[in-house]
Every structure is written in C-alpha cells, then in structure tokens.
C-alpha cells in the first residue's frame, strides 16, 4: 500500500505554532494582570488552546490545499502579522474596559474589521475560525458573557467573511461597506430593541465604534483592492491597448491570428462577465493566448517566455498554459472561457477561409465544440458546473450576427 505524504509548508507550520503560543500568552498575562482567580485563569488558558488549535487545524488543511484568495499562498506573513497586531490591540482594549474604561467601549475594537482582515489574507474557511476563535479570546479577557453583543459581533463578522468570499470576482468598495454597515446597525438594533433604557447609553459608545470600524474597514478594502484583488488592472489595462507593441507586431506578422486573438477577447470578456468571472483576465487571456505563434508553431511554450519579458501576470500566464488542455487542464473558469471562446472562432474563420460565401450553421458548430470539449474529459478540473456551461452556449448562440462579420 502506498503511503500519502502531505507536504507542510514549513513556514506556515512556525508561524501557526507562533500564534498559537503568542495567543495563549496573551490571555495567560491579560488573565493575571486583571487578577482573575487561579480557575478562571485556568480556564481561560485551556479554552483558548482549544480554540486555537481549531483555528490552526483548519490553517493547515487550506496549506494542503492550497485554496488560498488572492496571492495570499505566497504572502504567509501577512495573515501573522495582522492577527498578532489585532490580538495585541483588542487585548489592551479590553483589559482597560475591564478596569478602567466602560464595558461599552468594547465597541471601539473594529471587530467586523478584523473578521474581513482575517479572511482577505487567507480565505473563507480560515476567516470565519480565526475570527470566532478571536471574539471569543476578547470575551474571556473582558471577563464577562457578550451575551447579545457577542452575538452582534459573532454575526457581523460571518456576514464580512461571506462577502470576501467572492472578492475575487465581484468587488465593489462601497457596495461592499454598504452591505457591512447596513446589517450591522440592523443586528445591533435587533439585539437590543427590548433594552430600550440602555439604548442611549450604549449606542453612544456603538455609534464611536461604527465610525472606527467603517474607517478601518474602508482602508483595509481600499488597500486590498489596490495590492490584491486588482492589482493587475493598470497592467491588464497596458497589454490591452490596441498600440501595445506586441499586438502590432501580431497585426503585422500574422494578421489572421491578430483578428483570431481580437475576436476571442471580445467573445471572453462578455461571457465573463455573463458568469461573473474576471473579465479582464479573461479578456487579455483572449488577445495573448496565441501570441508565441510570433516565434513558433508550437507556440504555447513561447507564449510563456514572451509573457515573461513582458511581465504579464502570473494568472494570465497560468491561463496560457492551461487553456488548450495539452501541457495542464485548465482549473479556472477564465481558462475555460478562451478555451471555448478560441475554438468556436477559430472553426469559424476556417470554414470561411475555405468559402466566404457559404452559409454557416452556427448553433451546429457551436453544439460541436461544446460536445467535443465536454466528453473529452478536458473540463474535470476546472470546477465550471452545467449549469455556467449552459449559460456560456447560449450566449455564443446569440452572437449569429457577430460570426456574420467574420466572412
């Protein structure tokens, strides 16, 4: 029988063990120096290692899946650093609501902030542990039940993972604020209709807090955007222009694979966004999949190193390799879409190459490419559903007109 080894990334391996000893340390000391009594500080130590180790199992599952959102595989530190430093920021909070400041100033901690950190610089599986596991460490150290203002935080926070969920594909700043702050004043009022005595006093100090946490929340959307989600716009924006000297020299040299690669990015870009995928990637995905044929038949590999010098980045790279099926099945939606988009055009243009004038079944043609790609076994990997597959044929369907201009 043959032994299944999982490779641990050894990195991420010493800085789960980090937090897991800076964490109990955290509540061992906020514990004494509140002089909590040796069973509560005993309990809390236990519960918090508990808790931890929950948080740190799911951390490694993702390591050896490698699910992670964004580039975030190749940025382990960036998950540590936050956490440490909210730990280390919710941890002073508390220990001064609990001897010096009133209990409600609990709500100046951007919670809901953090939740939305956690989940950005890892992913939806991780966000929502660490997150649950972090409230709780915060209820332990305030020495008191949240009660319903645990609940108010616990909720918030889920809802912000949810929507980070899809950051990838749908991401919209404002929108997104809307959405976090709406239900959060919702959950609060909620929670706290029947306390109608303690309203005032309490949502004085929720109010401060909302301010904190959309502040923060809108900087840490904001930088995310900018350095993570959309950090290949400006360069997808770059490589796109018309007058981008590799789309010239394509024009120039081989003009029928030049109109093959503008065809493809426009039927990509709209079947992308049709399935709300990332149409910019897949649009350029649409123009450059092709463009080794500059320096080869076999064009694939020298698609890769001309996107190398040109510094293309590494999912449009991913994508050229992926999409004709041959070196590595495709496993993104995106690479599906050229797949599918590159194919249909390309038996399109032949048989009009052959003869101009002859009249095209192009819902035939589009039925055979589908079929072919589908029992091919191609798709496996790409976690595209019949359902998105149905959706992508019928829009090829209607662009008849399009495949008319193509004579």
């Known amino acids: 029988m043959n032994e299944i080894k999982l490779k641990l990334d050894p ?65 382990p530190a960036r998950l540590m650093i936050s956490y440490i430093v909210c730990l280390i920021l919710m941890a002073v909070l508390n220990i001064l609501s609990s001897g010096f400041l009133p209990n409600e100033c609990i709500y100046l901690f951007p919670y809901m902030s953090a939740a ?7 992913n939806f599986e991780i966000g929502i542990a660490l997150y649950t596991h972090f409230i709780l460490v915060s209820s332990l150290l305030c020495g008191l039940d949240f009660g319903l203002s645990f609940m108010n935080l616990f909720l918030s926070g889920i809802i912000g993972c949810c929507l980070v969920r899809s950051a990838e594909k749908t991401f919209h ?27 005032l006093k309490e949502g004085i100090w929720f109010a401060g807090g909302l301010v904190i946490n959309l502040t923060a929340l809108y900087l840490i959307l904001y930088l995310a955007d900018k350095k993570m989600i959309h950090k290949y716009v400006r360069k997808y924006q770059e490589i796109m222009n018309p007058e981008y000297p590799l789309l010239l020299e394509l024009k120039e040299k081989a003009k029928s694979d030049y109109y093959n690669a503008v065809h493809t ?44 010098e040109h510094q293309f980045p590494e999912p449009l790279l991913q994508l050229i390799n992926e999409y004709t099926g041959r070196y590595e099945t495709p496993k993104t939606v995106e690479a599906v879409i050229v797949m599918l988009s590159d194919a249909i ?12 004038e002859q009249k095209l079944d192009y819902d035939k043609i589009i039925e055979a490419v589908f079929k072919k790609k589908y029992e091919s076994g191609i ?29």
């Not at 937090?19 to 519960?47: K, M, Q, Y």
């Not at 939305?116 to 890892?122: E, I, N, T």
């Open 379 to 407: 798709l496996q990997d790409s976690g595209i559903s019949l359902k998105d597959l149905h959706k992508m044929k019928e829009y090829y369907k209607s662009e008849a007109l399009y495949y008319d201009f193509l004579r």
């Open 116 to 122: 939305v950190l956690f989940a950005l610089f890892s």
């Open 173 to 199: 700043i404002w929108q997104f604020i809307g959405i976090m702050s709406g239900q959060y004043i919702v959950l609060y009022m909620a929670f706290h209709f029947l306390n109608i005595f303690d309203i």
């Open 11 to 75: 990195v991420r391996v010493k800085m789960y063990t980090c937090i897991f000893f800076i964490t109990t340390a955290v509540i061992g000391f906020g514990s004494l120096f509140l002089e909590f009594d040796a069973a509560t500080i005993l309990r809390n130590i236990i519960t918090v290692m508990f808790s931890m180790g929950i948080a740190v199992i799911v951390m490694l599952q993702s390591d050896i899946r490698k699910d992670y959102l964004a580039d975030n595989a190749e940025h």
């Open 345 to 356: 055009v390309t038996s399109i243009l032949y048989m009009y190459d052959k003869n101009p």
């Open 265 to 308: 990015a426009y039927l990509s870009d709209r079947v992308a966004r049709l399935l709300e995928a990332d149409c910019l990637l897949a649009k350029a995905g649409g123009y450059y999949h092709k463009i080794g044929i500059l320096r080869a038949k076999s064009h694939v590999a020298k698609s890769l190193e001309i996107g190398k």
